[in-house]
């Protein structure tokens, strides 16, 4: 008989801004709010990343 075993997973959401493209952001967060999953949210506060710019400030 084969012991059934939970091994924890750690979900990290990098460069998570103001100027991102909320749209995309939409659908992880409806993803980990139906299935339960927490993900840890790495966020910057001020962007100065041109690269990360796909969005306005709203």
Do not use: H, Q, W
Request: charged fraction near 30%; glycine fraction near 4%.
């Amino acid at each position: 008989m084969r012991r059934k075993v939970n091994y924890p997973i750690v979900v990290r959401l990098e460069d998570i801004c103001p100027t991102m493209d909320l749209d995309k952001f939409a659908l992880y967060k409806n993803f980990f709010d139906e299935t339960g999953i927490k993900p840890l949210l790495c966020i910057v506060p001020d962007n100065k990343d041109p690269k990360l710019v796909k969005g306005s400030y709203s």
